[in-house]
T-cell receptor
Framework: EAQVTQNPRYLITVTGKKLTVTCSQNMNHEYMSWYRQDPGLGLRQIYYSMNVEVTDKGDVPEGYKVSRKEKRNFPLILESPSPNQTSLYFC?????????????FGAGSRLTVL | ELKVEQNPLFLSMQEGKNYTIYCNYSTTSDRLYWYRQDPGKSLESLFVLLSNGAVKQEGRLMASLDTKARLSTLHITAAVHDLSATYFCAVETSGSRLTFGEGTQLTVNP
């Protein structure tokens, strides 16, 4: 089954304790992206990647890191989480243009930072 | 900075009624997407609009795109309870970046 898999789905952590949210896709998509969803703000892009070893900042990259060492994986790293990073996070992937950039989303990871 | 604004943000309607959700954006783009999110779930793609004048229909939903007005609409015909969800539009700009609107939370009441 074609899918984007995120782990963990739920996480409660404390300020400053490094964590990684993994994202993996099995569709051979070039494009992968991380979003955070907060009430009233829609989805805001954190980082995206057009291919292996190619990453770029989205609209809200502060406090996050990513890497793209393999095509299928795009982990999101919070080196020193803070309470304002409490949010619902989505990983998504797609093929690159010229086709339509229709994203396939993961199930989401709900993160709480105390 | 690209702004994508949806209205209304909250919509409560009765079954059988028609309504339209609007998505305005602030920069040039001819590629727009609509997604649906059920409570507690992820997003799924509804429509892909890739040119000015594009119109797509699926069941009781119809989406259109006017790139000159920088406006997309999502029209709901004879709403049913199963359409209750949050609907997002997303505008594609250079580098395949997608910027999402705030979402419209639709509730269809019996």
């Amino acid at each position: 089954e074609a899918q984007v898999t995120q782990n963990p789905r739920y996480l409660i952590t404390v300020t400053g304790k490094k964590l990684t949210v993994t994202c993996s896709q099995n569709m051979n998509h070039e494009y992968m992206s991380w979003y955070r969803q907060d009430p009233g703000l829609g989805l805001r892009q954190i980082y995206y990647s057009m291919n292996v070893e190619v990453t770029d900042k989205g609209d809200v990259p502060e406090g996050y890191k990513v890497s793209r060492k393999e095509k299928r994986n795009f982990p999101l790293i919070l080196e020193s989480p803070s309470p304002n990073q409490t949010s619902l996070y989505f990983c998504a992937s797609s093929f690159l243009p010229p086709g339509a950039n229709v994203l396939t989303f993961g199930a989401g990871s709900r993160l709480t930072v105390l | 900075e690209l702004k994508v604004e949806q209205n209304p943000l909250f919509l409560s309607m009765q079954e059988g009624k028609n309504y339209t959700i609007y998505c305005n954006y602030s920069t040039t783009s001819d590629r727009l997407y609509w997604y649906r999110q059920d409570p507690g779930k992820s997003l799924e793609s509804l429509f892909v609009l890739l040119s000015n004048g594009a119109v797509k229909q699926e069941g009781r939903l119809m989406a259109s795109l006017d790139t000159k007005a920088r406006l997309s609409t999502l029209h709901i015909t004879a709403a049913v309870h199963d359409l209750s969800a949050t609907y997002f539009c997303a505008v594609e700009t250079s580098g395949s970046r997608l910027t999402f609107g705030e979402g419209t939370q639709l509730t269809v009441n019996p």
